[in-house]
C-alpha cells in the first residue's frame, strides 16, 4: 500500500474523512462477499438473539445493551438485523440474506461513542465499499470537520449483573441537517474515518444492495482503551497487532 500524498494527509486531518477510490480490485470485493454470503448462509441466530443494530439511544439500550449476544461479540461472529425484519415471534419477513445491518458485534453518530480511548484521536474506522455505495443504496454522509469538537457522549458497560447491560454518558445534540456532505463512492473504495468525525448513512430503501467490509485500527502507543467499553478483548482473541 502507498503511503497518503501530503494533500491527501491534510484533507483528512481538515474533513475527518478520506475517501480513496480503486482501493480493492474487482476480484476482492467478488471474494469478499462471497465470503459473506458463506457466513449468512450458515448462520443460526437463536429467536431471543434476534438483535436489529441501531445506534438511537433508546433503542440501543433496549436491544444491545441489555443482551449478552451484544456484549459478548468481541471474539465471536455476531449478526445485527436492519428494522422490521421480524415478526413479533421473531421469525424472518423478509429472506435473511436481505436482513442483515451488520455482522461482528444508522443514525448520525461517532465511532469513538462506543470506541473510546484516552487520549481521543487514537481510532481510525476503515470502510471498503464492495458495491457501489449511492444515495439510493445508503452511502455514507459527513459532516466536515466535527472531529475536533470532542465526544458528546460514552456508551459504557454496567456493573456485572446489572440490567441493562450498558448506559449513556452524556447525550447527542440535534445536528442540523444541512451540514451533513453526501460521499457516494464506487466499488473497492476505501474510506478512511476518523474517530470522532460525526457521520451516518441512511436506510436502504432501494432494490440493490450496499455490502461493505469495515474494521478499526487504534494506535496502542500509549494509548488506554477504556475498560467500560462494550467491546473488550478476550484472551481467546485479543485485539491483534499491525
Not at 132 to 160: K, Q, Y
Not at 190 to 212: P, T, Y
Request: negative net charge; glycine residues 8%.
Amino acid at each position: 500500500m502507498a503511503s497518503l500524498s501530503p494533500s491527501q494527509v491534510q484533507k483528512f486531518q481538515q474533513d475527518g474523512f478520506l475517501v480513496l477510490e480503486g482501493f480493492l480490485s474487482e476480484d476482492e470485493c467478488v471474494a469478499m462477499q462471497q465470503r459473506i454470503g458463506e457466513i449468512v448462509a450458515e448462520m443460526d441466530v437463536p429467536l431471543h438473539c434476534r438483535t436489529e443494530f441501531s445506534t438511537q439511544e433508546e433503542e440501543q439500550l433496549q436491544a444491545q445493551g441489555s443482551t449478552d449476544y451484544f456484549l459478548s461479540s468481541g471474539d465471536k461472529i455476531r449478526f445485527f438485523f436492519e428494522k422490521g425484519v421480524f415478526d413479533k415471534k421473531g421469525n424472518f419477513l423478509v429472506p435473511p440474506e436481505k436482513s442483515i445491518n451488520k455482522i461482528g458485534h444508522v443514525s448520525p453518530h461517532q465511532d469513538t461513542t462506543f470506541l473510546y480511548t484516552e487520549p481521543l484521536g487514537r481510532v481510525l474506522g476503515i470502510w471498503f465499499a464492495l458495491e457501489d455505495a449511492t444515495l439510493e443504496n445508503g452511502c455514507l454522509w459527513f459532516i466536515p470537520g466535527s472531529h475536533t469538537s470532542g465526544v458528546s457522549r460514552r456508551m459504557v458497560r454496567a456493573p456485572a449483573g446489572s440490567a441493562p447491560g450498558t448506559s449513556f454518558l452524556g447525550s447527542e445534540p440535534e445536528r442540523d441537517n444541512s451540514l451533513f456532505v453526501a460521499t457516494p463512492v464506487r466499488r473497492g473504495a476505501m474510506v478512511l474515518i476518523h474517530g470522532e468525525v460525526v457521520h451516518k448513512s441512511e436506510q436502504n430503501l432501494s432494490a440493490w444492495s450496499r455490502h461493505v467490509y469495515t474494521f478499526h485500527l487504534m494506535d496502542a502507543a500509549r494509548t488506554v482503551w477504556s475498560p467500560e467499553n462494550w467491546l473488550q478483548p478476550t484472551a481467546e482473541l485479543p485485539f491483534p497487532p499491525l
